[in-house]
């Protein structure tokens, strides 16, 4: 089986002239499809930006990224649009539509798709049923706590069945319960769909879950 991502002497700057920074030095990383990888580290490691790099966000300035065996490293705007298409994101502020109820805003990544508008509702409501949300599918996201936010994010996330998943910070703002329900579900739809996940967290209660645990200091992989 093919690697997911797939990254060789990756390194990253911010900012130009006298105020430019390296923010990632000589990354080498490559994750299998089906693994979950947890990214740790201090505040200002460069996690953040990985992630974003890792998911076509960004475009790598020196060395390769291979996402789903498509070099990223000079590929075209289209190119990184259709890489996107097959990845899920998961943000910590859930970014959730407030006048979309959790139905409408689990359809939403399906209208980017060849899926007719009937087949994009049944796929959200079975999504917001595997997330434990089938009665509250009709509801605005006003209405809901801040874990079943997150759990109509995730349902967001995971309804075009994307290769790969990408989560920054998806427990910070959840209680130890939720946060615990939260990822276990996220590892739960993984395994069934055989969805590679790469979550970034300083929530060492979650650690568990993962098959992996890499940790960053300084731009640098340890
Ligand atoms: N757009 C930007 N322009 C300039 N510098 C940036 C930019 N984004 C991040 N940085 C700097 O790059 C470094 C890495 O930031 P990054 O956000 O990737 O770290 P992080 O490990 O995700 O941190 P945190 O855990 O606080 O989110 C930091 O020193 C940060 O100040």
Do not use: W
């Not at 994750?31 to 930006?49: A, D, F, N, Q, V």
């Not at 990985?50 to 390769?64: A, K, M, T």
């Not at 595997?130 to 309804?159: C, F, H, T």
């Not at 969805?195 to 209660?205: A, E, G, K, P, S």
């Amino acid at each position: 089986m093919y690697n997911a991502i797939t990254i060789t002497n990756l390194n990253h700057y911010y900012g130009q002239g006298d105020l430019q920074k390296q923010v990632l030095f000589d990354v080498n990383l490559e994750i299998k499809t089906g693994e979950i990888i947890i990214l740790t580290g201090p505040s200002g490691s460069g996690k953040t930006t990985l992630l974003s790099l890792v998911g076509g966000l960004r475009s790598p300035q020196f060395g390769s990224l291979r996402i789903l065996e498509r070099e990223m490293f000079g590929a075209s705007n289209d190119e990184r649009v259709e890489t996107r298409r097959k990845l899920g994101y998961i943000f910590q502020a859930h970014n959730l539509l407030e006048f979309l109820t959790a139905q409408q805003n689990v359809m939403m990544p399906l209208e980017l798709q060849d899926v007719t508008y009937s087949e994009s509702i049944q796929k959200a409501s079975l999504m917001l049923q595997s997330v434990g949300l089938g009665n509250r599918i009709n509801y605005y996201p006003e209405n809901l706590s801040g874990g079943q936010k997150q759990r109509v994010a995730i349902a967001r996330a995971l309804v075009t069945n994307p290769q790969i998943v990408l989560a920054d910070e998806p427990t910070a703002a959840l209680d130890k319960q939720s946060g615990r329900d939260v990822v276990e579900l996220m590892q739960k739809l993984a395994k069934e769909q055989n969805c590679t996940i790469v979550l970034v967290t300083h929530d060492n209660r979650i650690l568990d879950i993962a098959d992996r645990i890499i940790n960053m200091e300084d731009g640098c992989l340890v």
